[in-house]
T-cell receptor, first 114, second 111 residues
Framework: DSGVTQTPKHLITATGQRVTLRCSPR?????VYWYQQSLDQGLQFLIQ???????AKGNILERFSAQQFPDLHSELNLSSLELGDSALYFC?????????????FGPGTRLTVT | SQQGEEDPQALSIQEGENATMNCSYK?????LQWYRQNSGRGLVHLIL?????REKHSGRLRVTLDTSKKSSSLLITASRAADTASYFC???????????FGQGTRLTINP
């Protein structure tokens, strides 16, 4: 158990809908990262927050957005969902921002868009 | 595009044998990390090696890093059935906090 929690574990929804994925980092970790894992794209970095502020952005679609709240939990919002958004979404956390901190991954949310 | 590329894509060995996986990357890095993922589950951090280190050990794991060749290898000695998983290398893409993952090596340990 990494100490990172994600809810829900599974989510099935229809195209065009909007969903919110939630992540609670390890106690004391200030940095949160979101990743998407799909069969065709592999593991892709989406976005990072540190202590409530956006720090780095990857190949995140404009239909996706995220935020980190004062209690450090984070939410990833996916809107106007398409079939291709079906994937595993992982959240990870690390203590601080820096070059040599490992990231601790949550169990993931499996999103299925039908 | 992926920064790291693992080789081989799949590896099947007998329990007790050693397993070696390789990773190549394209740009300069500050560190390289190896993660394990059991089927459809979260990633587990295995080891981090800094760019100024050449070799690192953790239990049955041995990681090497050759920055001149932009490559790393992960050796698992005396493999066990529980080692069956996908193994990913990840780099910090030259200073950014984001991790860039390879496609992974799927390791199967046969009893």
């Amino acid at each position: 158990d990494s100490g990172v929690t994600q809810t829900p574990k599974h989510l099935i929804t229809a195209t065009g809908q909007r969903v919110t994925l939630r992540c609670s980092p390890r106690s004391g970790d200030l940095s949160v990262y979101w990743y998407q894992q799909s069969l065709d794209q592999g593991l892709q970095f989406l976005i990072q927050y540190y202590n409530g502020e956006e720090r780095a952005k990857g190949n995140i679609l404009e239909r996706f957005s995220a935020q980190q709240f004062p209690d450090l939990h984070s939410e990833l919002n996916l809107s106007s969902l398409e079939l291709g958004d079906s994937a595993l979404y992982f959240c990870a956390s690390s203590p601080r921002v820096g070059q040599h901190y490992e990231q601790y991954f949550g169990p993931g949310t499996r999103l299925t868009v039908t | 595009s992926q920064q790291g590329e693992e080789d081989p894509q799949a590896l099947s060995i007998q329990e007790g044998e050693n397993a070696t996986m390789n990773c190549s990357y394209k740009t300069s890095i500050n560190n390289l990390q190896w993660y394990r993922q059991n089927s459809g589950r979260g990633l587990v951090h295995l080891i981090l090696i800094r760019s100024n280190e050449r070799e690192k050990h953790s239990g049955r794991l041995r990681v090497t890093l050759d920055t001149s060749k932009k490559s790393s290898s992960l050796l698992i000695t005396a493999s066990r059935a529980a080692d069956t998983a996908s193994y990913f290398c990840a780099t910090d893409a030259g200073g950014a906090q984001k991790l860039v993952f390879g496609q992974g090596t799927r390791l199967t340990i046969n009893p």
